[in-house]
Every structure is written in C-alpha cells, then in structure tokens.
C-alpha cells in the first residue's frame, strides 16, 4: 500500500532563516506530488505541484520554492523565512488526475 | 477568486441525529468532487467522492449529494457521532488539470452527546 511521509512534524524558525521540508511517497511510481498551506483559520492553499522529477507548477507567488530531485521526493525550501510564512504545510499525492492523498503535516512557526 | 465555496464555517449536530455539511461551486467545468475530513494537527483524510455523471454517492453513514444544476453538493452523515467532530473540506476537480484540486476553506462539525 502506499504511505506518506513528511518531516519534520514540527519546527520553530527564526525569521530570514532557511527551510527546507522533505516528504516522501512509498509504495507508488511517478505520482503527482503537492505541497498546499494551511494558515491558521483558513482552508487549504496549493503551493506548488509537480508532474515528475523536475517539473514543478508555482500557484501563488511568494517567498517559497520547490524541488522534485527524486521520482517520490518533493523538497519545499526557503531562503529567507517571513512571519507570514507561519503555518501547516500539507503534502500530498495523487495517481495521474486521482483522489489526493495527503500526509500528516507540518506545523512551521516563524518567530 | 474562490471557486469552491463552504459558507458555514461551523456546524453543530447532536449525536445520532444527521449532519448536513454544504458546498456550492462557480465552474461549470468541474466534473470530480471530493469530501475530506481533518483532525488538527493532522493532515486531510479522504472520504468519499462523486463524479458529475452521477447524482448520488452512498458509503457507509456517509451520503454525497450533487446537484449539477444548482452547482451544490452536500455531505450527509447519518447517524453523527463525536467522533465525526472534524473540519470536511469539500474539493473539486477538473479533468483537464492533471490532478489539481480547488478546497472551499471547510466547516468544523462538531457532534455532542
């Protein structure tokens, strides 16, 4: 079956620092990956998708970035964290154009 | 521009009687519609989906009804129980656009004994 990860769970950041989450997909080939935001009392915003390995789609402009080095690993980074950057920062999976499967999250806070 | 739309942010629904959880949508291209449940702190788990074939999609205590025509779909849950105390994001999707899903922001249920 197929599993999701994403790491770290938690994590406290001071503000213009870097970041970098990971998650991985198990279990699946060439699945469509995401990263979405969910700030505090607001839905689930689409941050970035991708396709395959190196192909990656920006929905919102802003001060993140995504990689897709491997098949199953989906990397979103920043150079320099802002406040606003604060949130709960979902992956997901999909089989081409299928139901999203998303991972148990993680919580950012920027101080 | 929000294309997805939950206009009650809360609900509140005593144990074993239904919940009704609402969702209207704007694009008319939308053939793919999803219900997911969260738990903070969790990520969303899928539920229960329907096509735009079709008018009804039944699983379990979970009922989806969609309404092509008034572009609404509802969640039914019958009966509630507190462990259905969760925010349902309610999702659609596009054949065309390789996957990507548009969420309405979500409405917290909660279930009392």
């Known amino acids: 079956s197929q599993t999701i990860h994403q790491w770290p769970a938690t994590l406290v950041q001071p503000v213009g620092s870097p970041l970098s989450l990971e998650c991985t997909v198990e279990?699946?080939?060439?699945?469509?990956l995401y990263w979405y935001r969910q700030a505090a009392g607001r839905g689930l915003q689409l941050l970035f998708y991708?396709?395959?390995?190196?192909?990656i789609s920006s929905e919102v402009p802003q001060n993140l970035s995504a990689s897709r080095p491997q098949d199953r690993q989906f990397i979103l980074s920043s150079k320099k964290l802002l406040l606003s950057d604060s949130g709960f920062y979902l992956c997901?999976?999909?089989?081409?154009?299928?139901?999203?499967?998303f991972g148990p999250g993680t919580r950012l806070t920027v101080l | 521009d929000q294309q997805v739309k939950q206009n009650s942010p809360s609900l509140s629904v005593q144990e074993g009687r239904i919940s009704i959880l609402n969702c209207d949508y704007t694009?008319?291209?939308?053939?793919?519609f999803l219900w997911y449940k969260k738990y903070p702190a969790e990520g969303p788990t899928f539920l229960i989906s329907?096509?735009?074939?079709?008018d009804k999609n039944e699983d379990g205590r979970f009922t989806v009804f969609l309404n092509k025509s008034a572009k609404h779909l509802s969640l039914h849950i019958v009966p509630s129980q507190p462990g259905d105390s969760a925010v349902y994001f309610c999702?659609?999707?596009?054949?065309?656009?390789?996957?990507?899903?548009?969420f309405g922001r979500g409405t917290q249920l909660t279930v009392w004994p």
């Open positions: 997901a999976w999909s089989a081409v154009e299928g139901t999203q499967y």
């Open positions: 279990g699946t080939s060439n699945p469509n």
């Open positions: 991708s396709v395959g390995i190196g192909q």
């Open positions: 694009n008319s291209m939308f053939d793919y």
């Open positions: 329907i096509s735009s074939i079709k």
């Open positions: 999702a659609a999707r596009r054949g065309s656009t390789l996957g990507r899903l548009y």
